[in-house]
């Protein structure tokens, strides 16, 4: 299956927020909020990938644990195939373990995310065994299978973590989060650790095995070409928010948020003779503690007009299937 063939929604972000309470004062108690997620919508149809980029410390991967129900959210709500997964209406624990094999997720750092202790085989094994997808006998073919799929081999397996290089570590996590044939994977920056050239390798493989299995990945970067190698859509996150969703094509021919332009001519042209106009943006962050009254991307703006400082602008569509959060775009006519 690829992407496109299935129109099926399969997972569902409703207005979403993730609040880090801050405590202080003698008697400690809670003085401010840390407002990591705040408000994010989305729909991600099955065998599809969303792409989800912004700067260090935007939300990213708080969104991304908050969709596998790794943190709770403050408010807002996950439908996942249908089913309430977190939030007033989300199911149990013990109703979510039952779910918990559909949604799996791939690490940023290979070697952190595998126990130093237990050889390959065993890693491979231990999520067939607790959730007891098959027989013993037959846990030995299924991970065979795996390391195979990935590009490994069986030998591999009498192995420790440490054995291996950085790209073959992200290969067996990987194969870990295919163990239990999950619908979707959270891809947390797999290669931002890597080697360019393994980047490459590793990418091209993510994208063989979403043909192979019809799987649907959420993919979260900091690097606009590598999530242009591999998304359907993206979603441009900025403190919190997502402030332009649109397809890859039309976000990279027509972005209409100008934290979107900016990141987009930060982008490296492998051409030392073409040139690039780079936008730079000019004042400080705001702090997820302490966000400013309106817009948020106000204080780097260089379009900034007087409602900007008022009130914070809505993620409307201003396109067929484009949505952008700015006041300098006029939103699409409903008919």
Known sequence: MTAGENCEILLEAKELTKYFPITGGLIPRVIANLKAVDGVSFKLKAGETLGIVGESGCGKSTLGRIILRLLEPTSGEVIFKEKS?????????????????????IFQDPFASLNPRMKVGSILTEPL???KVCS???RRVKVEELVSLVGLNHYHLGKYPHEFSGGQQQRIGIAR????????IICDEPVSALDVSIQSQILNLLKD??????????????????????????????????????????LFSNPRHPY?????????VPNPRAERKRIILHGDVPSP?????????????????????????????????????????TPLKQH
Do not use: W
Not at 92 to 98: D, V
Not at 177 to 184: E, G, I, M, S, V
């Open 209 to 250: 095995l979403q043909g192979q299995l019809g799987l649907t990945y959420m993919f979260i970067s900091h690097d606009l070409s590598v999530v242009k190698h591999i998304s359907d859509t993206i979603g441009v996150m900025y403190l919190g928010r997502i402030i332009e969703l649109a397809s890859v094509k039309e």
């Open 260 to 268: 979107t332009e900016a990141l987009l001519s930060a982008i490296p």
């Open 136 to 138: 013993a006998s037959e």
């Open 289 to 329: 503690i302490n966000l400013p009254l309106g817009c948020r991307f106000q204080s780097r703006c260089p379009h900034k007009m007087d409602i900007c400082t008022e009130v914070e602008p809505a993620l409307v569509e201003v396109a067929a299937g484009h949505q952008s959060a700015c006041y300098l775009n």
């Open 129 to 131: 065994r607790i959730h």
């Open 177 to 184: 989060a295919l163990a239990l044939n999950p619908d979707l």
């Open 85 to 105: 997964v977190c939030g007033i209406n989300g199911c149990s624990l013990n109703e979510f373990r039952k779910l918990r094999s559909n949604m799996q997720i």
